[in-house]
């Protein structure tokens, strides 16, 4: 029997402001997925969440994208919203952007990361759950964990790895996924990733047998929505050991608190700071954005744990590190680069300041008007002229 891990996640409303789920919305969402257990649907889950991310994590058989699942995830969440209505708890309801359930919650708003594996003996996985930034936030890390030698040293030591990993990047903006293999397009895979609001690692596969390694969820609310509907704090699972990376090769990708998109109103870079489970509340600020990572061991689709995987002072020096990391870029206030580019800030509420002002320019005379700028992201369709 084949085992699907499915990990999905919404934010359906926290306690002061943006900050932390109530217990009250976990202990609705826990029902729902116990009830769905005793029926068989699901097989085991465990429910928690990365600041104000309401997460469910789901072990079944039924395949990833199943309509029996997604039902269940998202009657979890329209139970838990009701109650964060009754409750008044802040933005209550504010990633289901649809009333209408029709066999699959992506599109409606929750983030989801589905794999579906034979089990091995023993089936370690890492659940990844970030909170205050977007799913481009783990390109820089699964680039590292699958591709990096100087990360994994199972790249190089390890026959089942030396293979390396085939990325399917996604592109969030036409809908479009590309896969390339690590090593030989390492070059083309970062010219793709380096641009995390556009190009999302999507899934990993191991080459060696195309066993999947790693799913990122890929979600985009803003771009759903066509307007700003908070940040699409991503998920992800990565499998681990005997023919995967280690555990602590997959986490040592995170010791390295990299500048990520989100933080305040989702318009502002910041480091993501891995912090144990307890610290998953973002209150400096709304951040600095949090990673929460919890390992499991899946066996006959039951999930046994969780470890809290950053809970360790081996992190507290990342912490440090982003804790000054924020310190510098919070003293640019309103400037880029801590606030984001305007091709970003195009989804937040900033064009309607920008608008009362277009009025009011003057045209100077004799001036020169620069040639009408392509968007700065759309790398791909840009034309290329001779000598350029
Ligand atoms: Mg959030």
Redesign the pocket.
């Known amino acids: 029997m084949r085992t699907t891990v499915s990990v999905i996640k919404a934010?359906i409303g926290?306690v002061a402001g943006?900050v932390v789920v109530h217990p009250d919305t976990i202990a609705t969402a826990t029902r729902v997925l116990a009830e769905a257990k005793a029926k068989g649907v699901i097989f085991d889950f465990y429910v928690t969440n990365?600041?104000?991310?309401l997460e469910l994590i789901m072990t079944h058989r039924k395949g990833v994208d199943s309509p029996e699942v997604h039902e269940v995830a998202w009657t979890a969440f329209k139970e838990a919203a009701k109650v964060a209505r009754e409750l008044g708890l802040y933005a209550a309801g504010q990633d289901l952007l649809s009333d209408a359930f029709s066999g699959n919650v992506r599109g409606l708003g929750p983030g989801v990361a589905e794999m579906e594996f034979y089990e091995r003996p023993s089936e370690p996985i890492a659940v990844f759950m970030a909170?205050?930034t977007e799913p481009g936030a783990f390109n820089l890390p699964m680039f590292k964990i699958f591709a990096d030698p100087f990360n994994t040293a199972g790249l190089v030591i390890d026959p089942k790895l030396h293979a390396g990993f085939r990325f399917e990047v996604y592109d969030v903006f036409e809908g479009k996924s590309v896969l390339m293999n690590s090593p030989e397009e390492m070059y083309d895979i970062l010219a793709l990733i380096g641009t995390p609001g556009r190009y999302i690692v999507r899934r990993i596969y191991r080459r060696l047998d195309d066993e999947i390694a790693a799913v990122v969820s890929v979600e985009r609310l803003s771009l759903i929505a066509g307007r700003y509907v908070?940040?699409d704090?991503p998920v992800a699972v990565v499998r681990a050991q005997a023919g995967f990376p280690a555990i602590g090769e997959i986490l040592e990708a995170f010791a390295f608190p990299h500048l990520v998109a989100g933080w305040m109103r989702g318009s502002h870079h910041g480091p993501l700071m891995p912090v144990p489970q307890r610290y998953s509340r973002?209150t400096r600020f709304d951040g600095p954005p949090r990673l929460v990572g919890l390992g499991f061991q899946v066996r006959n689709s039951k999930l046994i744990g969780p470890v809290d995987l950053f809970d360790d002072p081996a992190f507290d020096e990342t912490r440090r590190l982003a804790q000054r990391i924020a310190d510098y870029v919070r003293r640019h206030g309103p400037f880029m680069p801590h606030r984001l580019g305007p091709e970003e800030m195009e989804y937040t509420t900033l064009p309607e300041v920008l608008e009362k002002l277009k009025d009011r320019f003057i045209k100077i005379e004799g001036a020169t008007k620069a040639a009408e700028p392509k968007l700065k992201t759309d790398l791909l369709s840009r034309e290329t002229k001779e000598g350029d």
Not at 50 to 53: L, M, Q, R, Y
């Open positions: 934010d926290s943006h990365a600041g104000d991310d909170d205050k908070g940040k704090d973002c």
